[in-house]
């Protein structure tokens, strides 16, 4: 049965200008708003700003993470790693190449230790691969984590902004069933791909699935009034036998509940 989440900070005031960041001063109360509204789970993010003070990152805040979870019955069950956007394998500004792996082993046995499965990692915007050599160093990241991720039982699914061929190809030179592809509905309708025919590519290989929506080129809209096709794309998954997840990353402005109840009952109705 699928699963739907939602990412931390949709239930709390939006950082603007931003539409996403670790909600540290209310990620707790989330979890509650998470059960009221009827989410089944949260999406963890971990992303560079005061990383170090990220509940995930300490045993004391796995341990609260675990409690919320316990007295919710919502769940986290899988890790936005947004650090490695920032800082990539490739082209790397402030730490070394085994300094970032040595991260990712840490936040893999974390994941698990929370009881997540996923780690979305993202391929895009600063991180995103511009040369055979970016791609080579990431697959070469990715075939050092596997063994890793097959001890917690983990699954790494590469966020990116490839056309579906490209995207296939790159996730397909890693043959653990570890790795696969995290699709993004509405980065890829920004970039003018269309959700039903991406599927029948990229289906194989998914992991699991960002619900947001966007116009052709342009910025995230609300769910339903942008260019995503998801109308076809998700009844194709779902007639195909995709039993993943997917997780609402959409856009809000100031009314975050109202909001993200709309937004549950959207997906409730696709499905």
Same mark, same amino acid.
């Given at each position: ?61 796995? @341990? =609260?993470? %675990?409690?919320? #979870?316990?007295? +919710?019955?919502?769940?986290?069950? !899988? &890790?936005?790693?947004?650090?490695? /956007? *920032? ?14 792996? @040595? =991260?990712? %082993?840490?936040? #893999?046995?974390? +994941?698990?230790?929370?009881?997540? !499965? &996923?780690?979305?990692?993202?391929? /895009? *915007? ?146």
């Amino acid at each position: 049965m699928n699963k739907i989440g939602i990412i931390q900070g949709r239930l709390s005031p939006r950082p603007y200008p931003k539409l996403q960041a670790f909600p540290i001063e209310s990620w707790q109360q989330e979890f509650k708003y998470a059960k009221e509204l009827g989410y089944d789970f949260i999406e963890w993010i971990f992303e560079d700003n005061r990383y170090q003070e990220n509940p995930i990152w300490t045993a004391q805040g796995r @341990e =609260k993470i %675990k409690q919320c #979870i316990k007295e +919710t019955g919502v769940t986290v069950e !899988s &890790v936005c790693a947004d650090f490695f /956007l *920032e800082n990539p394998f490739f082209r790397r500004e402030k730490y070394s190449f085994k300094e970032l792996l @040595e =991260k990712m %082993k840490l936040l #893999i046995s974390y +994941t698990s230790e929370i009881g997540a !499965s &996923v780690i979305l990692l993202p391929v /895009l *915007e600063k991180a995103e691969i511009r040369s055979k050599e970016d791609a080579d160093i990431l697959l070469e990241a990715l075939e050092q984590l596997v063994t890793v991720l097959e001890k917690y039982n983990i699954r790494i699914g590469i966020e990116a902004e490839l056309m579906a061929k490209q995207y296939f190809e790159l996730v397909s030179h890693i043959t653990s069933s570890h790795i696969g592809i995290y699709y993004d509905a509405g980065n890829c309708a920004f970039c003018g791909y269309d959700m039903r025919k991406d599927m029948e590519i990229l289906l194989p290989k998914l992991i699991q699935v960002h619900v947001k929506d966007r116009l052709t080129g342009g910025e995230s809209v609300f769910l339903g009034t942008g260019d995503t096709n998801f109308l076809e794309g998700i009844p194709y998954i779902q007639e195909h036998g995709y039993n993943g997840n997917y997780v609402l990353q959409t856009y809000f402005e100031d009314e975050y509940l109202e909001t993200s109840l709309k937004n549950l009952n959207y997906m409730r109705r696709l499905l």
